[in-house]
């Protein structure tokens, strides 16, 4: 079983920064795919940045050039690094691993709150 344990949400004003971590109990973490989805209320849960064991990162449209994903495996950690946030941004931010045959893991979520 492993387990994802994020922090770093809060409340910021629009403009603002937050940088989201989390870290996970998995051995090899090195070895998986690191995401960041977001869930605003009422709507569906959306990607918001991965990077792959490669480091290759894909981000959101809606995020690109404002969001730097990257990973630390020696810390089996991945860092979301939030810029110019802006009201919208304002969801709950999850954190996911997926591991080995397909299994994914999820974190419990930070809440990143922005105001306008």
């Known amino acids: 079983q492993v387990q994802l344990v994020e922090s770093g949400g809060g409340l910021v004003q629009a403009g603002g920064s937050l940088r989201l971590s989390c870290t996970a109990s998995?051995?090899?973490?090195?070895?998986?795919?690191m995401g960041w989805y977001r869930q605003a209320p009422g709507k569906q849960r959306q990607l918001v940045a991965s990077?792959?064991?490669?480091?290759?990162?894909n981000y959101a449209d809606s995020v690109k050039g404002r969001f730097t994903i990257s990973r630390d495996n020696a810390e089996n950690t991945v860092y979301l690094q939030m810029n110019s946030l802006k009201p919208e941004d304002t969801a709950v931010y999850y954190c996911?691993?997926?591991?080995?045959?397909?299994?994914?893991?999820w974190g419990q979520g930070t809440q990143v709150t922005v105001s306008s």
């Open positions: 990077i792959s064991k490669r480091d290759i990162t």
């Open positions: 996911k691993l997926d591991y080995l045959h397909g299994t994914t893991y």
């Open positions: 998995a051995s090899m973490f090195s070895s998986f795919t």
